[in-house]
Each structure stands twice: as C-alpha cells, then as structure tokens.
C-alpha cells in the first residue's frame, strides 16, 4: 500500500498517543516491505523531531515556530509556502532553503525570519510530507551520450535523468512522453526517471486526454490488489438488513440521466418518488446510493477513494473514483432491489420545506428515463403507454414542485446562469459553483434546484446534531475579479447597480443576469460572470455558499462520484445505528434524530464519545486532501476542454471572428470571440496604425495620432494569426473595430 509522510501524520496527533499496529491498520500495510517502509518512515521522523515515541506507541511533536503548507512556485524560481489556513501568511522560501522540494510538494517549513508589513515572512523546508509530482509530462532532450526529460511546466526547474536504455529511447528524442519519478534528488544527485509512455511528436500529435491525465497525473487503471478486493463484494442483503431499513419496494421510483452517459452508465446514484399526503403536500423522496454498505473504512477500496477523491470527467474518457464492480453494486438499476438512504421532504404550496426525514431504506426502481425523455413528456403533456403511471409524477415534479424551489432560493436572493454546454456531470452544481440554467433542457435546471436542496437540508441536520460534519461553502468574488466585468457591464450602458458599495450579493449576481438577458452579448458576459466565482470549498464548519445562497450547503448526492459525499453518508449510518435520541437512557421520551422536528431539543452529545472521536479524528487533513484534489479534477477537466478549443481555432487560423473586447492591459487587449467563447490576445505590438498608450482609469489604449480606442465592451473584428496548442494560448490582429474617435473624458 502506498503512503506518504503527510498520509502517516495525518493519523498522529499532538495530544494522543497511537499504536504502530493502528496506523499498520490505517494505512492497509500488511507485506512485509510495506511494515518495513512504515517503520523507517517512523523512525526518520522520530530522528528530526517532528514525532516523539512514548511506550512504544508514537505522537506528533508541536513547534510554534513550524508550519504545514503546499510549495507554489513561478516559472522564474520564487516559491512561496501557502498555508491551509484562509489568512496565513504565504512564507517566501529562497532557492537554497528549498531541500529539493518541487511546486505543490507538502511541505513542513520552519520560519526562519518574522514577517513585516512590508515583507512575508520566510522560511526553509525542514520535511517534504508528500510529493505532488510521482509523474511529469516531458520533452526528452539528449546532452553528451544521456537522455534527460525536460518538464513542459516551466514551474518545475529541474531535469529528469532517464534510466532507460539508450536504444529504447531515442527514438523518444524531442519527443512528448510521461515520465515516472523513480528517484527525487538526494543532495547533488538529480532525479531519476522512466518513460512510461511516448504520447507523440508533440503536443498536437498527442491525445488530448493522454496530455490532460499525464499533466495532472491523473490514475489510468485500478491495481491488481484493488480488482480482487471489488470483486468480493456482491450487491445481494439479507432479512437482517432488510430489517434495519424502510421497505420502499412498492412505491412508484425513476430514476434520471443525461442520455450520453458513456461510462457513467454503470453508475446510477439518485432516485426519486413523489406522493401527495393527506393535508394535501407534496413530499419528494431523493434516494442515494448506499456506497458506505459496500465501501468500508480504512479497506484498501476506501483508501483508494480517499486517494482520488472524486471522479474526473474527460469528455468520453471517465477516471472513476470506485473500481467498476463496485459502481455495479451501488447502481441504481430498474427491476433490482438496491440499499439507499433517502431524505423524504415535505413542501407546502408555495414550495416552502414544511419537514424532512432522513432514513436508511431499500427501494426498487421502476424506469429509469433520460432528460430529454422527461422534456419530451412534459412538453407533450402525455406519455407512451408504459410511462403513463410516471406522468402525474413528472408533471408535478417539473411543473410544480422544482418552480417553486428554484421561486424561493430566487426570493432569498439566490441567482442563476444561462450556459449553452452541458459540462457537470453532477446532479448538484457540481464543479461549476452556481446553478446553471439550460434553455434546450429546462428539466436539467430544475433538476438540480431539487438537489441542491437536498445538500443544504442535510447540512443543516448535521450540524443542528453537532455531528463531525464537513461543510462546502464558497466565498465572494473578490473586487478585482469582478471589476472589468462591471466596466464592461458600464460601457454596454446595461441598467445595473450595486446593492452596495461596499459588499457583494448573490442578489446583485441576480440583477446582472437579468441585464445580461437584455443584451446581445449575453453569451458572453454570463460565460465572464460564471468565470469570476470561486470555486467551492470543503470546511469543517458551516459557512455561506454564495453561489447558491444558502448559509449552510454540503454535497451528498454522489457518494460514489465523490468522497466528500461518501464521508457525509458515514456521518449518517453512525446517526442511524448509534445515535442517542435522549440526554439519559431512564428518560422516558427520545427525540426524532431522523427528523428535522428535534432541531432545537438536544442539549447532549448525539453519538458515543468514541464513534465522534473517530469521525473527527482526521477531518483536517481530509478536508485539505479533498480540496486540493477537487482542484487537481477541475483543473484537468478546464484544460481538456482548453485544448479542445484551442485545437479548434487552430483548424480556423486566418480566419475572421467577430469578438467582444473583455480585458484591456497595457501588454493589448483581450478578446472573447461570441460564437465559440474563446478568449485571445491582440497584442499592442501588432497594432501597426499608431503608437497606442495605456489609461489605466478608463481601461483603454488610445492612438496618439488617430485617437482611437480599444476599451471594454467595444466590438471588433479579429483574425487568428497563431496558436499555441499546449499553452491554449491564442493570439489575434484586428481586422476592423474599436471606437472611432474618443471623448475628452478619455484625457488624462
């Protein structure tokens, strides 16, 4: 089992004390060279004092004046150690205090000089706690008889000496290859690696999935040990289980899927049911996958889902989080009896949440349909025979019940985005970080309304129960973000004002929206509106999600896409099978721990001492992995679709766009061309007609002779003049546009 530093302290705190066998446990050592390696790594980190041995058993050492952080270094060799923390310092790291650390290695960094107003505080490496780089993507170049593997990613300043045979790579010479690190340097020694595979002459020739996975080093294939323990398990339960379970075989269930699932087909995780009580409200029943049945923690499928975090989607190559015979066990599939945890919720006419229940339960699926089905059948207002039993649901569903979400999230403040590309393959937001709305599948947005929903109701119990939650949780756009993009909204003369001046609002993302509707660029400025939201974030305690409006949000809906997900599902079963409902077992009434009903009458500690221990035991480091992972997948997933468009407007080099000027530097202006929402710089050297100055206030450059202007929000005609692939970076010339002429304003 593979394992870093950062993985072993992770399991070691500063005021416990644990046993080598547990962490043997936790970590899934079981060879002997696996139990060897542990020890090693026990006894290194005893030597340098970052883990003290007491009674056999081991225990991390605190230094004030020691930090955790992640190495984040430029192209010209300035590193900087980030801190988990929102508002650390960055702590500069000099070339000579870097002890071999490469960008985005964990690190353990000891300050060495206090920082001032002025200037970061600065710092050396004392541990490396985890690679980030097992594997580079790499020109092979070849110096006096040895070959060597030059990184792509101009962050990482060094070169990687190849211990394959002459004769087996030199045919790889100037060539793009994925290269495996089998070595790190060692004082003067220099890294070593293995070409694992030559992808081509070069980037261009390369699979753009093959590029993607290989820069990110993204996992191709699960390991041998991993395809035997999957293939144990067996989607079959027993009375006994059945026991433990709401029965909700006989209730009319669907489930919904994009049409174009591809891989994804192995894997259905949500189901629905909907039914009219007697007060006449509607309740909507969300069924989840069961994936913690299957998948057991601390198990080597778990730590392999743990490692990877979620699942990466590359167009029609899918990179799963579970092994493909687990995905099996968990799908929802029709006609199959399949474990699920379910949250009924109750809603009132104006679509308000009167009550919800959260339950383990077993349900069996009756149709499973696609999106463009239910648009089909709800638009018709009628079903082909053997769907007429689901078309009351539907209809209530899509027609009722998500409008009036989506009417309430919209009055607290709450906004959404117009997007032509379907890219989320979640049932929630997703990676996107706000509700899209689609115009050719309106049942898609609706859709995800109802889920997201479910995300914030479950957060919300959690953390009324005091549970070891983690929350996911997205933070304003920052100023500087948003600031072109209200110059820009400016100069189109859009209606829009701030609610204030000094904050920002989902409701002022919600007015933009609504002038952007307005305009012929609306393509365009909700693409730059999307673009200017944070990504969401994974804490361990409730925090606004401003993407959503909603004061407290978690994902839940995915456990075998996600392990956030997963996680919150354990959180769960530990609520259902030890969950306390009263302060003392001779009380004679409990509360509802299912129901939101007990919100506000619980006064003790719902779970065993020992099971909440457990629960919380690595939650930060978890947190910190999982972040850094989401941001690895939506990374890769960005620049696939980068590559996609920049091998586009390669096909179209010398060719004219209309385009719309985004971004004004005193380097040339940026240009977003409408039809394929690609971005490109014309850059202030090709601008041939005049000598163009920079204004800063206005945003513009101006001809000193011919007094025209390029500034935000101008049309202009472009022409691709050169694309670099890899780099996704397109460069133009201006066939035609700008302002003719310009007012004294512009003056400075």
């Not at 070409?195 to 191709?220: C, F, Q």
């Not at 989607?235 to 899927?257: C, H, N, S, V």
């Not at 493909?324 to 199959?336: A, D, G, I, R």
């Not at 929903?453 to 983690?470: D, R």
Request: with cysteine; aromatic share 8%.
């Amino acid at each position: 089992m593979e394992f870093s530093i950062a993985t072993i302290l992770s399991h070691l705190s500063q005021d416990k004390l644990v046993a080598g066998k547990v962490l043997e446990k936790k970590l899934g050592c079981e060879e002997p060279e696996e139990l060897e390696k542990l020890q090693i790594a026990l006894d290194v980190l005893e030597k340098v004092g970052v883990v003290t041995k007491e009674f056999g058993k081991y225990r991390r050492v605190s230094e004030a004046d020691v930090v955790e952080a992640k190495l984040r270094c430029s192209s010209k060799g300035f590193c900087f150690a980030i801190q988990d923390e929102e508002d650390a310092d960055d702590i500069y790291i000099r070339e000579s205090h870097l002890s071999n650390a490469w960008n985005s290695d964990r690190v353990l960094v000891k300050i060495i000089k206090e920082g001032t107003r002025r200037r970061s505080p600065e710092g050396e490496v004392k541990l490396i706690t985890e690679r980030a780089n097992p594997s580079v993507l790499a020109r092979v170049v070849e110096d006096n008889s040895e070959y060597h593997a030059v990184p792509l990613d101009d962050r990482l300043l060094f070169e990687v000496k190849l211990k394959d045979e002459p004769e087996s790579i030199s045919e790889a010479i100037n060539h793009l290859v994925h290269v495996n690190v089998l070595r790190y340097p060692i004082g003067q020694n220099p890294p070593m690696g293995k070409v694992m595979r030559v992808l081509g002459s070069d980037a261009e020739e390369a699979a753009d999935t093959d590029i993607v996975s290989s820069k990110h080093d993204l996992p191709h294939e699960f390991s041998e040990k991993i395809f035997r323990k999957a293939d144990e398990i067996s989607p079959d339960f027993g009375e006994e289980e059945l026991a433990k379970r709401m029965d909700l075989r006989d209730k009319l269930t669907i489930t919904l899927e994009q049409d174009n699932v591809g891989e994804l087909d192995l894997l259905v995780e949500n189901a629905f049911t909907l039914e009219q009580n007697e007060d006449g409200n509607w309740c909507l029943g969300v069924h989840m996958a069961d994936v913690t049945h299957f998948v057991q923690p601390d198990t080597h499928i778990d730590r392999e889902a743990r490692k990877r975090a979620t699942t990466v989607h590359l167009g029609d190559k899918i990179i799963p989080m579970l092994p493909p015979k687990v995905e099996k066990c968990c799908s929802l599939v029709p006609n199959e009896d399949r474990l699920t945890v379910s949250i009924f919720i109750t809603f009132d006419d104006k679509g308000q949440v009167v009550e919800y229940n959260i339950h383990p339960s077993v349900i069996r699926v009756d149709h499973r349909l696609t999106y463009k089905e239910v648009q089909s059948i709800i638009g018709l207002g009628s079903a082909k025979a053997e769907l007429k039993d689901v078309f009351p649901l539907l209809n209530e569903m899509f027609f009722t019940l998500s409008p009036l979400v989506k009417a309430q999230r919209l009055q607290r403040g709450g906004f959404d985005i117009a997007l032509d590309d379907i890219t989320s393959y979640f049932k929630d937001e997703g990676r996107i970080g706000a509700i899209a709305s689609y115009s050719q599948l309106p049942v898609l947005s609706l859709m995800t309304e109802l889920m997201v929903l479910v995300g914030k109701l479950v957060a919300e119990h959690l953390h009324e129960l005091g549970l070891p939650a983690i929350y996911c949780t997205q933070a304003k756009p920052d100023w500087d973000e948003l600031e072109d993009l209200l110059k820009l909204v400016a100069n189109l003369k859009l209606d829009f004002k701030l609610e204030s001046e000094e904050d920002l609002f989902p409701l002022d993302y919600y007015h933009l929206t609504q002038e952007f509707s307005k305009s012929d660029y609306e393509k365009v400025l909700n693409y730059l509106l999307l673009c200017s939201l944070k990504s969401d974030k994974y804490i361990q305690h409730p925090a606004p999600h401003f993407g959503l409006a909603y004061p407290i949000y978690t994902h839940c809906v995915s456990p075998g896409q996600r392990y956030i997900d997963l996680h919150i599902q354990r959180v769960l079963k530990a609520l259902f099978e030890n969950g306390r409902d009263r302060r003392h077992s001779n009380a004679k009434k409990g509360v509802n721990l299912h129901s939101n009903s007990c919100h506000g009458d619980i006064n003790w500690n719902v779970l065993p001492p020992a099971i909440q221990s457990n629960l919380e035991a690595d939650l930060h480091s978890l947190v910190t992995h999982l972040n850094e992972r989401e941001k690895i997948a939506h990374d890769a997933e960005k620049d696939l679709a980068g590559l996609k468009k920049a091998e586009k407007m390669k096909d179209c080099t010398g060719k004219v766009f209309s385009g719309l000027i985004t971004g004004v530097q005193s380097y040339g202006f940026f240009v977003q061309i409408e039809d394929s929402l690609v971005e490109g710089l014309v850059h202030v050297s090709s601008l041939k007609d005049d000598w163009y100055e920079y204004r800063a206030r206005h945003t513009c450059l101006v001809g000193r002779k011919n007094r025209t202007a390029y500034r935000l929000g101008d049309r202009v005609e472009v022409e691709i003049k050169s694309v670099d692939y890899y780099r996704q970076q397109i460069d133009l010339v201006t066939v035609r546009g700008g302002s003719d002429a310009v007012d004294a304003d512009f003056e400075e």
